[in-house]
């Protein structure tokens, strides 16, 4: 069934990284945009909460709209009672508009941050991995002389141990990259 203008009520967008921060990081960016059209031109505006600025998880759904969402039913059909959701919808601090003389130019910010750390079920593993332990076995040795060479390339890292019957959403973790990469 196609959408109808104006049916489509957005998406998600799964972003996964690709690489692995070699350095712990802290990016902060502010930003200040506008345009011909609306940015210090008269115009209209409501005031609908104090948390507004933010962009999300301000209001929750109203029951009307929330059942429309249920049904399936497209706006279209004629089988929407669209007066109770408008009722729902429009409320004291936003069906009244309010007349701006200048509307003010779009600021944004935003601030990002992440460090790499490790987690292993075994504890004997993380120990050797720290340097608390030695690795005796000699099959190991090699592939602890590779872990430590790649973990040379992170400006710090950290392996913390995690108790195995704790790890459960690890493990699907792992195994989905395993399955990812072929």
């Known amino acids: 069934m196609d959408a109808g ?13 690709l690489a692995i921060p070699t350095h712990p990081f802290l990016d902060v960016s502010v930003g200040i945009s506008g ?24 209001r929750d759904i109203p029951p009307a709209l929330a059942d429309f ?12 009672d669209s007066a109770a959701i408008a009722s ?25 941050g992440g460090n790499t750390w490790l987690i292993g079920d075994s504890e004997l593993v ?16 090699p592939l602890h002389a590779e872990v430590r060479s790649a973990l040379s390339g992170f400006a710090s890292w950290e392996i913390r141990h995690v108790r195995r019957e704790h790890n459960k959403r690890a493990d699907e973790l792992v195994n989905e990259a395993l399955d990812a990469a072929g």
């Open 5 to 17: 203008p104006g049916e489509f009520g957005g998406g998600v967008i799964n972003l996964t990284t």
């Open 35 to 58: 345009d011909a059209e609306t940015t210090g031109q008269m115009g209209y505006d409501y005031y609908g909460n104090k948390y507004d600025w933010t962009g999300y998880g301000n």
């Open 69 to 80: 969402f249920a049904s399936g039913e497209r706006l279209s059909a004629g089988n929407v």
């Open 88 to 112: 729902q919808l429009v409320g004291r601090n936003n069906g009244i508009v309010q007349k701006i003389e200048e509307i003010p130019p779009n600021y944004s910010a935003s601030i990002t």
């Open 126 to 141: 993380v120990k050797q991995v720290r340097g608390e332990y030695r690795v005796k076995d000699a099959g190991l040795k």
